[in-house]
Nanobody, 128 residues
């Protein structure tokens, strides 16, 4: 049983911050990467950030070019939770945010089709 449970979404004013959490569970859950994606209404699912996850990885991160500097992906010391710190939020950040696990070596961390496990999504709404 592999589960990714997201929390932390909500309504925030422009310029504010939110911290999303994704709690991972499952005896065999140990993907190579964890990532965050977002999908606005009528839009394609978009890469946000990714972080190396497996025990022999060093926690390297990747970001969408447009989000670098505002968003930060991280993990807890026990490696049970992945976070997305979102600062200086803008109305265009409004979307459903998903966490995902990539447990294969195909594709890239920036392509949503490369991921094997997905959370249920959490709504982030930024008011103008």
């Amino acid at each position: 049983q592999v589960q990714l449970v997201e929390s932390g979404g909500g309504l925030v004013q422009a310029g504010g911050s939110l911290r999303l959490s994704c709690a991972a569970s499952g005896r065999t859950f140990n993907p190579y990467f964890m990532g965050w994606f977002r999908q606005a209404i009528g839009k394609e699912r978009e890469f946000v950030a990714a972080i190396t996850w497996s025990a022999w990885s060093g926690g390297s991160t990747s970001y969408a070019d447009s989000l670098r500097g505002r968003f930060t992906i991280s993990r807890d010391n026990a490696k049970t939770t992945v976070f997305l710190q979102m600062n200086s939020l803008k109305p265009e950040d409004t979307a459903v945010y998903y966490c995902a696990g990539k447990n294969n070596l195909g594709g890239t961390v920036r392509e949503y089709r490369s991921y094997d496990y997905w959370g249920q999504g959490t709504q982030v709404t930024v008011s103008s």
